[in-house]
Every structure is written in C-alpha cells, then in structure tokens.
C-alpha cells in the first residue's frame, strides 16, 4: 500500500487508549464543512464544532481530541428528525384548529365542507404537505372573519375563541431562530389583546412565518444530513480500500514465501551436488542473500499491514462511535418528544397530549368500566388580572395553579392545560360519592394560595365543570362537552364553585 509524506507527516501514532492517529488535514476539513452544514441548525452543537476546532488547531493531545470529538458527534446524532417531529405536531395543531373552527360555522355549510376536507386529508409528511394544508385551513379563517365581519357578527366569544386557537397553534410549535422568535412576539400580541381587523392579517403572518420556519428546518436538516452521508460514504472508501490493500500484501506474502520455498530447494539441490567445499560456501553465502533479502521484504510487508490494521481500527472505532451516539440519539428525541407535549409556560402537558391521553382514558373506560372523572378547570377573572397587574402576573398565576394541581393528584391521574386560564384534569378511580369533596378541598387549596406581585395580594380562585365517562357517550368529545358546560354553568353562578353533571 503506498502512502504518501504528507499523509506520514499529518498522523499521529496509536494511545494507550486504543485510538489511532489522526489525521490533521482531514479532521479540519471536515470540521470546516460540518461548521457549514450544522449553521443556523443547533447552537450548541456549533460551540462544541468550534471547541474541537481550536482544540485542534493547538496540536494538543489525541486524549483531548477525543473527548472534543465525542462532544461533537454526541450533538451530531441529537439532530435528525426534529423536522419530523415539528410536522407531526403543527399537523396535529392545524387539524385541532380546523375542528374548532367546525364549531364555529354550522351556519356556513361551504365553509363547513371545505374545513372537512382539510380534516380528511392524510397527516403531513412532509413540508410542502404540511404548508397546503395550513393554506388552506387560514384561507378559510381569512374567509370566515371578513363574512362575519361583513355581517357585524364577530361577537366577543368568537373572536377570543380565534386569538386562544392561535395562541394555542404559536404554543405547540417548536421553531428557532428568528422564526421562533416571530411567532413568540405575535402570541405576546395575542395576549396583550387584538381588534377584529387585525384578525386577518396576524393570521397570514402566522402562516408566513410557519412555512418559512419549516422550509429553513427542511433545508438545514437537509444539508446537515447531506454531510453526514458524505462523510459516511467517506470511511466506506477508505474501508474498502483498506481491504483491497489488505489483499494485496496477503498475496506479496504468499508469493514471497513461495519463492523463498523455490529458491530454497534450488539452493539445497546444487549444495548436494557440490564436489568441493569453496563451491559449497559459494551456494551457501547466495542462499544467505536470498533468505535475508526475503527477510527484509516480509518485514516490509508486516509494516504495511500493521499500519493498515492501524487504519482499520480507526474506522472501526468511528463506526462504533456512531452506533453508540445513535443510541443516545434515541434517547435525545425520546425526550425531544416529551418536550413538544408539555406547555412552555406552566410545564404542564398541552392540549395535544390530552387530545391522545383522552383517547386512550377513553378506550380503557369502555374495556374495564372504571370511573374516570374529567374536570375542566378555569381561573375565575384571569383577565383582570392580566389587566391589572399585566401578563407576568397573569403568567405567575398560571404557573402557581399548574403546580397546585400537580401537586394535588395522583401518578396515575393526567393534568393538562387546555387554552388560556383553563385546565383540565383526568382522575382515576375515584367515585362519583367522593367528586365533591375532592374537588372543593382543591379549589380551597388554590383559593388559600398567598399570592403576592409587586407588593400587591392577588386573590386566585377556580371554577369547575366535572363529569365522567358515561355509557351514552360515542366518543370523547361528548364528555368533554358535558364538563364544559358544566363549567359554564360554575361561573355563570357566581364562580369560585364545582358543578357536577355526570
């Protein structure tokens, strides 16, 4: 095998470690176009890039690389199907708000069919799918808002039904960047409250910004995926080679020792048929040539097939790295999934994760008949609050019921935020005779909560709407109806109380 000086010139030999050389110019190559590929993609995969970069650029030692390279190939193997992920969720988002807005039109039967169909298609897979479909359903909120508006029907219920839709679609997004950023100032609009006529035009922008979030998402995972294949592709032709290689000097072996064999019985043939001892001494010193000749050939051939082997380790050991960081990369989206189910500001689970939780409750409830309770819970006055002590306040508010229901139920039960101030719990086993007292010792807790802002108390109380899996139910929306009207029915009586309907 030939190898070159510069090659000789740019390795470093083997550790105690095990590890093999590295060679220099290759790893800041691949360093250069992995800065490239990964921009924009992961800050902190981007800081450990440029770690290993500088490290590598000291000529410090191989047991330092190392542990730089892990770092970076541990961030690599975290990255790859995030996109998949941010579909499947602002899929799940786009077909929770088509349905709300179902509810929303019964008097618009075109309107009503066109939203049906957007719920008929296939889940996105992809971006171009994904965008269609979002297209569509905020043609129909564009279309939906100037008819009610031409019609001075936008009623105050509609359109805080909107602008929580939209909260709620921002919330289970999990864009970077700048896009991250677009969509987290229109929420904070959202919250801060918008006139009608903005409706339309807040809307495109969430549209804008969603497609162009995922377009940059598509486009970097591509690139980013693009260099891993290309430096996969990479070890397979030095694999490859280094088996043609590894060939090649099993057969100069073989070769050499037969021969060494031929040459070796020629040698024996004329010193046996030698007739004096000069001539023998003669033979014997040209088979000394020959034996040591082929000695220095053979270890020739050893030198090039230990630093083959040593190249083979190399590549074996980048294999396994990756087959390890894989490992973690599972482990990494596992968790990457759990985040995209929980709401951002309480850490409580979101509407998603309750639409399937409640799916589930719901199929379990029809197989084993347990009493599964549903209480829909909301923050009495929430916008007085924001109104007068702002949206920290109101944030804090939140975050201090979503800890208290935490706190308050079991490892079997499920608490989710369903939009805006409202909540919704899912207890298990618990019977119809002991709702009440259960329930009203949570809404005295939370009522009890000393809470302070800015030197000011602000009193916190709750109403709730309950009930529970019933036989006449066909599917999950009709319990849940029944807890919300039940809510409804809480706080048009005065608030601050449970209401039963089971």
Not at 21 to 32: E, G, P, Q, V
Not at 72 to 98: F, G, H, W, Y
């Amino acid at each position: 095998m030939q190898i070159s000086q510069d090659t000789h010139s740019a390795t470093r030999p083997s550790n105690a470690n095990g590890y093999t050389k590295i060679n220099t110019a290759m790893l800041l190559a691949f360093i250069n176009r992995l800065l490239g590929a990964t921009r924009g993609i992961d800050n902190e995969l981007n800081i450990a890039v440029r770690k290993l970069k500088a490290t590598l650029e000291r000529s410090t030692s191989d047991d330092e690389l190392i542990t730089q390279i892990k770092q970076v190939e541990r961030q690599v193997m975290l990255q790859p199907n995030i996109l998949s992920d941010t579909l499947k969720i602002a899929d799940s988002a786009v077909s929770q708000a088509a349905t709300s807005l179902i509810n929303l039109l019964q008097h618009d039967p075109k309107l009503t069919a066109e939203l049906q169909l957007v719920l008929a298609e296939p889940k996105a897979t992809a971006v171009a799918v994904l965008q269609t479909k979002v297209q569509s359903l905020f043609c129909i909120y564009h279309s939906a808002i100037k008819n009610l508006t031409e019609t001075n029907n936008i009623s105050a219920t509609v359109h805080k039904k909107i602008c929580d839709d939209l909260q709620r679609l921002i919330n289970e997004l999990d864009f970077t960047g700048r896009f991250g950023s677009n969509l987290n100032k229109i929420r904070q609009r959202l919250l801060d409250g918008i006139g009608g006529h903005e409706l339309v035009n807040t809307c495109l922008q969430i549209i804008n910004n969603i497609i162009e979030g995922a377009r940059e998402e598509r486009m970097a995972s591509k690139t980013f995926l693009h260099s891993i294949v290309e430096e996969l592709n990479n070890i397979a032709y030095k694999f490859d080679n280094s088996l043609i290689d590894s060939n090649h000097i099993n057969k100069k072996q073989i070769d050499l020792l037969d021969n060494l064999k031929e040459r070796i019985d020629i040698l024996e043939l004329d010193i046996s048929t030698c007739d004096n001892l000069a001539e023998t001494k003669l033979h014997v010193q040209h088979g000394l040539k020959i034996i040591s000749s082929s000695i220095q050939q053979q270890q020739q051939l050893l030198q090039e097939k230990l630093l083959l082997e040593q190249q083979i380790q190399a590549v074996q050991s980048q294999l396994e790295l990756l087959k390890k960081e894989t490992l973690l990369h599972t482990q990494r989206l596992e968790a990457q999934q759990h985040k995209l189910y929980l709401d951002s500001l309480t850490q409580v689970y979101n509407r998603t994760a309750l639409d399937e939780r409640f799916k589930l409750e719901f199929k379990r409830w029809q197989r084993y008949k347990t009493n599964t309770t549903i209480a829909m819970i909301d923050i009495d006055h929430f916008k007085n609050i924001n109104d007068s002590f702002g949206h920290i306040a109101g944030d804090k508010a939140l975050k201090i019921v979503a800890r208290a229901l935490q706190k308050s139920i079991k490892d079997s039960d499920f608490i989710a935020r369903f939009g805006g101030e409202e909540f919704v719990l899912l207890l298990a086993d618990v019977a119809p005779s002991e709702i009440q007292v259960m329930l009203d010792k949570l809404r005295n807790t939370i009522k009890n909560i000393p809470f302070r802002f800015k030197g000011k108390q602000i009193s916190i109380t709750i109403s709730i709407g309950v009930t529970q899996f019933s036989l006449d139910d066909n599917e999950t929306v009709d319990p849940l109806e029944r807890a919300d009207n039940a809510l409804y029915e809480a706080k048009s009586s005065g608030r601050d109380k449970v209401i039963i309907r089971l």
